[in-house]
C-alpha cells in the first residue's frame, strides 16, 4: 500500500497567499509608476498645445517627457534603493561581528525578541538556539533587523521596473497625439488619460483590497487637476510669448 500523507488543510492557501503578497507589492508600484507616466506625459502634451504649439512640436515635447520621466524615475529608484542596499549591507556585517564575539548574547537577543512576540520564555530560547544552529545570520536578519530574501534591496530591479512602469503610462496619451489631429488633440488626450487613470486607479484599489471607485475618482482628480493647471499655463504664457 502506498503511504498516505496528509496536509494541513491551510498550507497551500498560506503559501499562495505569501507569493499572492509579493506580487501585490510589485503591481502596485507598476500601476503608481504608469499614472506618472500619465499625468505628467498627458499634461505637458496639454500645456504645449494649449500653447499653440504645432502637431510635430507637441509630438516631440511628449516624447521628451517620455525619455527625462523614465530616466528621472530609474535614478530616483536607483539611488533610493541603492542607499538601502548600503544600510542594509552595514547592519548584517555589523550583526555578523556581533555573532563572531558575543554568541551567547546574540540568543538572549533573539530569545527577547520571540518572547516579545508571545511565546513562553523557554520554548523562545529553544526557538533561537535551534534557528541560529541552523542560520545564525539569516535568524538575526529576519527577526532582529526585519531583513528576508523577498524584501531585500534590489537597485538595478526597482530603477528598471520604474522607468518601464513610467514609459507605459507616457506611451498612452502620446499614442493618442500620434493618431489625433491637432483641432482635437486638447480633448481627446484628455478624456483618453483620465480614462487611462481611472482604469489603472480602480486597478490598483482592487489590488490592495480598497474600493474601486474611490481610488479610481481620487486618482482621476488629481490627474484632471494637473492637466487643468498645465495646459491653463501653457494658455497664458502662450498667448504672453
Excluded at 509579493?22 to 504608469?34: K, M
Excluded at 506618472?36 to 517627457?65: C, E, N, P, R, Y
Excluded at 548584517?92 to 513562553?120: F, K
Excluded at 528598471?160 to 506611451?171: D, E, K, R
Aim: proline share 3%; glycine share 10%.
Amino acid at each position: 500500500m502506498a503511504p498516505v500523507t496528509t496536509r494541513c488543510p491551510g498550507a497551500f492557501l498560506r503559501h499562495s497567499e505569501w507569493h499572492r503578497t509579493d506580487r501585490i507589492g510589485w503591481l502596485r508600484a507598476a500601476v503608481l509608476g504608469a499614472n506618472d507616466g500619465i499625468v505628467s506625459t498627458a499634461s505637458l502634451v496639454l500645456g504645449v498645445a494649449a500653447a499653440d504649439a504645432t502637431h510635430a512640436g507637441v509630438m516631440v515635447a511628449g516624447i521628451a517627457s517620455l525619455v527625462a520621466g523614465a530616466m528621472s524615475m530609474a535614478a530616483g529608484e536607483y539611488v533610493s534603493v541603492r542607499s538601502q542596499a548600503d544600510s542594509e549591507k552595514a547592519a548584517l556585517d555589523l550583526e555578523r561581528t556581533e555573532l563572531d564575539t558575543d554568541v551567547p548574547g546574540e540568543v538572549r537577543e533573539l530569545t527577547a525578541i520571540y518572547v516579545g512576540r508571545g511565546l513562553d520564555p523557554a520554548l523562545a530560547g529553544q526557538v533561537a538556539q535551534q534557528l541560529m544552529a541552523h542560520d545564525a545570520l539569516g535568524a538575526h536578519a529576519r527577526d532582529e533587523l526585519g531583513i528576508s530574501a523577498m524584501h531585500s534591496a534590489r537597485p538595478i530591479q526597482a530603477a528598471a521596473t520604474s522607468a518601464l512602469a513610467f514609459s507605459v503610462g507616457a506611451a498612452l496619451p502620446l499614442a493618442v497625439v500620434a493618431l489625433v489631429p491637432l483641432a482635437s488633440l486638447v480633448p481627446v488626450v484628455s478624456g483618453t488619460s483620465l480614462a487611462f487613470l481611472a482604469f489603472l486607479g480602480g486597478l490598483a484599489a482592487r489590488v490592495g483590497g480598497a474600493s474601486v471607485a474611490k481610488g479610481a475618482m481620487r486618482v482621476t482628480f488629481w490627474g484632471a487637476l494637473a492637466m487643468a493647471l498645465t495646459a491653463g499655463v501653457g494658455k497664458v504664457f502662450g498667448t504672453v510669448v
